[in-house]
């Protein structure tokens, strides 16, 4: 077993992972009310807390003398001011965002170091490669799109105007309507990012750093009417569609994620 957090395996610098701990489900939040003279209570439902992953570990020191100094190194390794990426040996295609969230007490017995590290990660594994699809699109036509995870995600969705000027085009994701009320003219394009609540002419895309965009681009924000889109698990639909009835590339990004 293995794990590798902000870049670096515990294999690489000589820890031997004795233990892996993650609950089935992160933490549940929900909310319940008694009512006196209801049987039962109300639900309240709330969003997925946390979730806490525990690495039972193991190094041995060349002596006795050194196991503080590998413990530095150690700590080195796992102090980060934010999250960063934790990949699982039995998962190498899906990572957590993660945070050391104990102190990490180290029991010694002459060479031998022993300690428990403590993740506090978001709720959701994300895959490690982003799911890119695209197509040519009619209007009114129903393109399908598969999401493979077991959560909901929210995609980067970019309407490329490469049949002509686009008056008015619309996205229709399951029963969520995304309108943006302008013109992409030809060989431009809009990006639509779920993820940032944001949408932009032709911006660099990077889902991975949310909102993370050149401020020189413009924002089309004031011209949108509708919900930002999200994808469910398992099959979706996408129907564009266009005022002067043109054809539209579509092309959607995402990161598949799962509980």
């Known amino acids: 077993m293995d794990f590798i957090f902000n870049g670096i395996s515990a294999s690489s610098i000589g820890i031997k992972v004795l233990n892996t701990k993650r609950s089935i489900l992160p933490d549940i939040r ?9 049987i039962g209570s109300y639900l309240f439902a709330q969003p997925f807390g946390d979730r806490i992953i525990e690495i039972e570990c193991a190094f041995v020191s060349q002596t006795a ?7 530095r190194k150690i700590s080195a390794w796992l102090s980060t001011n934010k999250k960063a990426q934790l990949i699982l040996s039995k998962e190498t295609d899906k990572y957590y965002m993660a945070k050391v969230s104990n102190k990490v007490d180290i029991d010694q017995t002459l060479y031998l170091g022993q300690f428990s590290i403590q993740f506090t990660c978001e709720p959701f594994a994300y895959s490690l490669d982003d799911n890119i699809q695209q197509f040519t699109a009619q209007p009114g036509a129903t393109q399908g799109i598969y ?3 077991t959560a909901e995600t929210n995609p980067v969705i970019s309407i490329i105007a490469a049949w002509g000027d686009i ?3 619309k996205i229709t994701l399951n029963d969520i309507t995304f309108l943006y009320k302008g013109t992409i003219t030809n060989n431009s394009q809009i990006d639509i990012n779920s993820e940032s609540f944001t949408c932009y002419k032709g911006m660099d895309r990077d889902i991975n750093t949310t909102g993370g965009y050149d401020p020189a681009e ?3 924000l004031a ?7 999200t994808l ?3 099959p979706n639909s996408l129907i564009f569609s266009c005022e002067n009835g ?7 990004q995402f990161k598949e994620r799962w509980i």
């Not at 929900?30 to 209801?38: A, F, M, S």
């Open 30 to 38: 929900d909310q319940y009310e008694t009512v006196p003279g209801k």
């Open 246 to 252: 043109v054809n539209a590339d579509i092309k959607i």
């Open 223 to 229: 011209l949108i009417d509708g919900e930002f889109p």
């Open 147 to 149: 999401n493979n995870g």
């Open 167 to 169: 008056k008015n085009p």
């Open 65 to 71: 003398d050194t196991i503080l100094q590998d413990a």
């Open 232 to 234: 469910q698990p398992g």
């Open 218 to 220: 413009d924002s089309i």
